[in-house]
């Protein structure tokens, strides 16, 4: 039946080319024979696409890389039609397709007829009713059309999650539970990201249904979300979790070493100690949970976005462990705020889901005006301390729209005289963004009297005026002298700098320094090596996109030069000698 179907969609597909092996001779072998395998293969006469895909492959095989290349520039002047590519893709199946796409000695026409079946076969396979289907036929009582329906659900990949996940959510398909949990389990660790986002769902019943997925599956990813459930406030979390730490752990840790745990991860996550998965262009995968729809969603964001969302999912888990505890729930709002920030972009407001669930961290008793500005006032000095610039922004915006009337100003400004209020601190900080986010939030609360640091207003107002849209740049070299008269000839044409003796620290600047345009390295930094500086610049999102100049003496241009061939963004760049040169 295969061959007829193979038939049929040949002939409906494609345009017939000539034979092949009438326009030129066949590869021969050193004692001038044709090779049996060359022989086998050319016999057929393959034309349609099916075929030649096959053959190209066989010969690829044999090492038989011209002859393999001729049907590969044959394959790409067929006129392929794309209602017949899904159809065409599944008799040819995602292997065979994927070694042509990725050999890049073919034809280039050929591999993006390639690229076309494949795209249409994805597709048909991720469509979302296809996906329903098996999603049905995994949780039916016919035992051998369930497990078809999981090796398709799993070929399908992450996306195949979201039915698995709506029976769960649905009480009314209470009886395919247990089906459904399987079928997850069976999907494997493709489904750890966005299980861990249905964990942001009000949805007990499902909560415990996915822990015990993730308890099923032993997965690292998911430990710090299993241990926090085992001390559910919730009872099917709760027993759900412990079952799901049983099989990770073992014993169940103390509550007090958990919540010490999830702590230490959330500042991980924050300060970027636990990186991120991410393809080549530096975005990820987030998966959140659609509380209106009650339904998975996916989009691609930059790593650290991620990082910040996955601490606040923990953040959140560790304050469900006690909602008494004033520390979590801090901890809750800064992560909140980190990733809305991130995710909105520094330089834009935050989205209209922040306030709502800001409000939502107190009780009807507990939430008046002057406990929630104490409240953000707190979360921005903690913010602000840990280094958590995006939340420490985001709690001065909050707290310069929340202060509507004198006395909180003069509440707010005067209570921690003789010192000064962190804000006063935050409008003198390096980085731009915060300092003027701080200065903004002070001239709303517009106070009448002078306060502890109140020339931080004015001083910050200088800066930006005089300032501003000046390009940062981060210099680093070990030799003062040079990185003193290179300083001081860039500041000459313009440019703010920050110099550092070491990689290590320029990295570091420049990591948490938005503003930064531009890094300056020397060739000879030491003690790492500039492979390595360089590499670490590249890997990570927030410096990934910067340009950087190697300063070079003559006797190592060469050696820069190879160095940098492949990264389009790294520069060689001689030491200027002057203010003409910069």
Not at 336 to 355: C, F, H, I, Q, V
Not at 439 to 453: I, S, Y
Not at 471 to 488: C, E, F, G, K, V
């Amino acid at each position: 039946r295969c061959w007829l179907v193979a038939g049929f969609l040949g002939a409906a597909l494609m345009t017939r080319v000539p034979n092949l092996s009438a326009q030129s001779p066949p590869p021969t072998t050193a004692n001038g024979k044709t090779s049996a395998a060359v022989v086998a293969i050319q016999e057929p006469n393959p034309t349609s696409p099916e075929e030649l895909i096959t053959a190209i492959n066989q010969l690829v095989v044999f090492q038989e890389l011209e002859l393999a290349k001729r049907y590969a520039a044959s394959l790409g002047q067929i006129d392929l039609q794309s209602e017949n590519l899904a159809a065409l893709g599944e008799t040819i199946g995602s292997l065979p397709l994927l070694h042509i796409i990725g050999n890049k000695q073919l034809d280039q026409k050929g591999r993006d007829n390639c690229q076309k079946i494949l795209d249409a076969l994805i597709a048909k396979r991720t469509s979302p009713e296809r996906l329903a289907r098996l999603a049905r036929e995994a949780t039916s009582d016919d035992p051998r059309k369930r497990q078809h329906a999981i090796t398709d659900l799993r070929v399908a990949g992450p996306e195949a999650i979201v039915p698995l996940v709506a029976i769960l959510a649905d009480p009314r398909q209470a009886a395919s539970r247990d089906a459904a949990v399987f079928a997850l389990y069976q999907m494997g660790d493709q489904t750890i990201a966005p299980l861990l986002a249905v964990l942001e769902s009000a949805n007990e019943p499902l909560k415990a249904s996915v822990i015990e997925v993730l308890g099923r599956l032993k997965t690292s990813r998911a430990l710090y979300d299993i241990l926090a459930a085992a001390h559910s406030t919730s009872e099917p979390v709760r027993a759900a979790g412990r079952a799901a730490a049983g099989r990770a752990v073992g014993t169940i840790p103390p509550v007090k070493k958990i919540k010490a745990l999830l702590t230490a991860a959330v500042n991980d996550y924050l300060a970027g100690r636990i990186v991120q998965p991410a393809g080549i262009d530096g975005l990820t995968t987030l998966w959140r949970w659609d509380a209106a729809n009650g339904s998975l969603t996916s989009k691609q964001v930059k790593k650290e976005v991620l990082a910040a969302n996955t601490a606040h999912r923990i953040a959140d888990a560790l304050w469900q462990i006690d909602p008494s505890d004033e520390q979590s729930r801090q901890t809750v709002a800064i992560t909140r705020l980190e990733w809305d920030k991130l995710e909105a972009g520094l330089n834009n407001p935050l989205n209209s889901t922040t306030r709502p669930f800001l409000d939502g961290l107190f009780s009807k008793n507990d939430k008046d005006t002057e406990n929630f500005i104490d409240f953000i006032e707190t979360v921005f000095e903690e913010a602000l301390h840990k280094g958590y610039l995006p939340a420490a922004i985001a709690a001065a915006e909050i707290l310069g729209g929340e202060v509507v009337d004198e006395n909180q100003s003069a509440d707010l400004l005067f209570r921690r005289a003789p010192q000064a209020h962190p804000l006063v601190e935050a409008a003198e900080h390096s980085n731009r963004r915060l300092r003027m986010a701080a200065t903004q939030a002070l001239l709303k609360m517009e106070p009448d009297l002078p306060f502890v640091g109140a020339s931080a207003i004015a001083e910050a107002l200088r800066f930006f005026a005089n300032v501003e849209g000046r390009p940062h740049l981060i210099l680093a070299d070990r030799r003062p002298h040079r990185r003193t008269s290179m300083a001081a000839l860039l500041k000459t044409v313009g440019y703010e700098i920050e110099a550092y003796k070491s990689g290590d620290e320029a990295f570091l600047a420049a990591s948490k320094n938005p503003e930064c345009e531009a890094i300056f390295l020397s060739m000879t930094l030491g003690p790492r090596s500039i492979q390595e500086v360089l590499h670490e610049l590249r890997l990570d999102p927030r410096t990934a996109d910067l340009p950087v100049a190697l300063v070079v003496d003559l006797e190592n241009r060469l050696r820069a030069e190879q160095l940098v061939e492949e990264d389009p963004l790294t520069l060689v760049f001689f030491s200027p000698r002057d203010a003409e040169t910069a």
